[in-house]
T-cell receptor, first 114, second 116 residues
Framework: DTGVSQDPRHKITKRGQNVTFRCDPI?????LYWYRQTLGQGPEFLTY????????KSRLLSDRFSAERPKGSFSTLEIQRTEQGDSAMYLC????????????FGPGTRLTVT | KNQVEQSPQSLIILEGKNCTLQCNYTVSPFSNLRWYKQDTGRGPVSLTIMTFSENTKSNGRYTATLDADTKQSSLHITASQLSDSASYICVVSVHAGGTSYGKLTFGQGTILTVHP
């Protein structure tokens, strides 16, 4: 399967714990995006990478959130000191700069903070 | 504020029937409009993408229309199937140059349920 993959698919954690999610984009895509989606809502933009450079961050991305894409391939999203309000689906998408219109989404990581 | 509003919020139809979903947007400057299908617990999958110069685009039983003057779009589903049950999300992208991220503004989706 050459689509966008995310790991884990589900994560249950206790409030205050740190969690890290991984996204593997489509191999030839140099752009990678993170979104957050809460129940009944559309996804909201969190951050965007072109290769290894993090070019934009949403104001939704508080100091507890950090994203990296160290070698311009896979990316990680870490949430420190999780809060119940962090419970959501975290979606990753990728695109090529040659076709900036089309973003391909991964299956998402469902985070539940208890 | 850039917004995308969809209607109805939810829709129930019988298998084989047609339906039309609506999307109104205030996003500016407009670059393109997309319709995504999202199955429960999965990531969105693109159905159509239209720039301001395109009025209609089809993908199998899905046909999207765009009126850039009135800032409205619709997604028409023909001969619905049980597998069409999903959330349909309208997404509008702002125009961006260079390496800027063409920010996507998502609607909250229309939940379609197709009954046998």
């Amino acid at each position: 399967d050459t689509g966008v993959s995310q790991d884990p698919r589900h994560k249950i954690t206790k409030r205050g714990q740190n969690v890290t999610f991984r996204c593997d984009p489509i191999s030839e895509h140099n752009r990678l995006y993170w979104y957050r989606q809460t129940l009944g809502q559309g996804p909201e933009f969190l951050t965007y990478f072109q290769n290894e450079a993090q070019l934009e961050k949403s104001r939704l991305l508080s100091d507890r959130f950090s994203a990296e894409r160290p070698k311009g391939s896979f990316s990680t999203l870490e949430i420190q000191r999780t809060e119940q309000g962090d419970s959501a689906m975290y979606l990753c998408a990728s695109s090529s700069s040659g076709n900036r219109y089309e973003q391909y989404f991964g299956p998402g990581t469902r985070l539940t903070v208890t | 504020k850039n917004q995308v509003e969809q209607s109805p919020q939810s829709l129930i139809i019988l298998e084989g029937k047609n339906c039309t979903l609506q999307c109104n947007y205030t996003v500016s400057p407009f670059s393109n409009l997309r319709w995504y299908k999202q199955d429960t617990g999965r990531g969105p999958v693109s159905l159509t993408i239209m720039t301001f110069s395109e009025n209609t685009k089809s993908n199998g039983r899905y046909t999207a229309t765009l009126d850039a003057d009135t800032k409205q779009s619709s997604l028409h589903i023909t001969a619905s199937q049980l597998s069409d049950s999903a959330s349909y999300i309208c997404v509008v992208s702002v125009h961006a140059g260079g390496t800027s991220y063409g920010k996507l503004t998502f609607g909250q989706g229309t939940i379609l349920t197709v009954h046998p």
